[in-house]
């Protein structure tokens, strides 16, 4: 969808801020763009829709070569978000997401249709908030207001530059959970320029990482950059820390599952006793297959049902959340064990540390071997 072919960018002073890259973003994928501070990459994004203008090399945007067409044209069909947004003060909020529409000659009926719809997909009320102005709102709510206006032409591509640095910590993961929602509805070509390497990791399909003088380091997943540096500044921009990291881009499986006793609600103490043996705990589901909590061995001596003293789970998560959300809720809520569901939330097993630690390991070793992570034997103590 967006491609770049020995793409540079020299100023007249003799100054290279991008070498002959050369890049490709599929379409429907989220690519990143990171790199320390004057590394090229906000640079290499304002060439796509020629706020910079390239000093050599090729930009196709869906086929078309961008560099031979009219730059205001090709800007009103690519949406663009900035860090600090950019709304204008003297306009609505509505207005503001409108602006584009309008633009490009949409009747005043369908502008104000498509920004109440924007404005509900990004999570304001346009009942609420169509009617404000900008100094209104939130910096986060203003920024939901960028995205929205950013995509209310419905552009094929998005380009996003730091859109969420300007806010605090607790916003911007908010921001961005909502921006991953947002994109599993809309499914844009979205290039997306961050210093941040964890925002990278978040977000991202694929991350191309930078170094000074605008030069292509790595690029490829997440879990590859994280797990398999290419290069010794792509390491060191990674931090030493980035198996901590990967943790984000690595999915509780059903392979990294334990399976303790399980007793159900209406099974007698005495039963369940029995049943866990030798354990000192059991899971406790309804008569669906639903979590309902746990029980201990203690209290089994009691007479009756399961049901009348099985405990209430607090910790778990679903199958396919990352290993940082299952890390999170053990910490979280002190526990030794998580449970884990499925989409009907039915339970299919229980995550301790130390099964959360050999999925993390296996996704490493996977990716420093190059096969699937059920592929990979650890080594242990016990077997070493």
Not at 41 to 48: A, D, E, G, I, P
Not at 84 to 103: K, Q, T, W
Not at 192 to 215: M, P, S, W
Not at 313 to 329: I, T
Request: aromatic fraction near 6%; charge should be negative; include cysteine.
């Amino acid at each position: 969808m967006i491609r770049l072919e020995g793409v540079s960018k020299t100023y007249p002073d003799g100054t290279t801020a991008v070498h002959e890259l050369s890049l490709d973003v599929r379409r429907g994928e989220l690519v990143v763009l990171v790199g320390p501070s004057g590394c090229g990459k906000t640079t290499t994004m304002k060439m796509v829709n020629r706020l910079v203008e390239p000093t050599g090399g090729r930009i196709f945007v869906d086929g078309r070569d961008v560099t031979n067409v009219d730059p205001v044209e090709l800007r009103r069909g690519i949406g663009y978000v900035i860090q600090n947004v950019g709304l204008f003060p003297h306009r609505s909020i509505e207005d503001n997401v409108a602006v584009v529409p309008e633009l490009i000659g949409w009747s005043g009926r369908r502008c104000r249709e498509r920004a109440r719809e924007l404005l509900e997909l990004v999570g304001l009320d346009p009942a609420v908030h169509g009617g404000r102005y900008p100094h209104e709102l939130s910096g986060g709510q203003r920024q939901r207001v960028g995205v929205a206006r950013a995509l209310a032409a419905d552009p094929p591509v998005l380009l996003m530059d730091e859109p969420f640095s300007a806010v605090d910590p607790v916003v911007r993961s908010q921001l961005q959970d909502e921006f991953l929602r947002l994109q599993d509805d809309v499914r844009k070509t979205i290039l997306f320029v961050t210093h941040d390497i964890e925002e990278a990791v978040r977000l991202g399909h694929r991350i191309a990482v930078f170094k000074q003088g605008g030069l292509l380091e790595q690029f490829d997943s997440p879990a590859a950059i994280l797990g398999a540096p290419a290069t010794d500044f792509v390491a060191d921009f990674v931090g030493a820390d980035r198996g901590l990291k990967r943790l984000s881009v690595t999915p509780v499986t059903k392979a990294d599952l334990e399976h303790p006793p399980v007793v159900h609600l209406d099974d007698t103490l005495a039963e369940a006793g029995s049943a866990m043996q030798p354990s000192r705990w059991a899971v406790v589901l309804d008569t669906e297959g639903r979590l309902a909590g746990w029980v201990g061995q203690e209290m089994t001596s009691a007479p009756g049902r399961v049901r009348d003293q099985a405990r209430r789970m607090e910790a778990w998560v679903a199958l396919d959340d990352s290993l940082k959300v299952a890390f999170a809720e053990m910490l979280q809520w002190n526990a030794g064990w998580i449970a884990v569901l499925d989409d009907d939330d039915r339970y299919l097993g229980v995550l301790t540390p130390s099964t959360l630690h050999a999925a993390l390991r296996r996704s490493v070793e996977a990716d420093a071997q190059d096969v699937t992570p059920a592929e990979v034997v650890l080594e242990t103590v016990q077997n070493a």
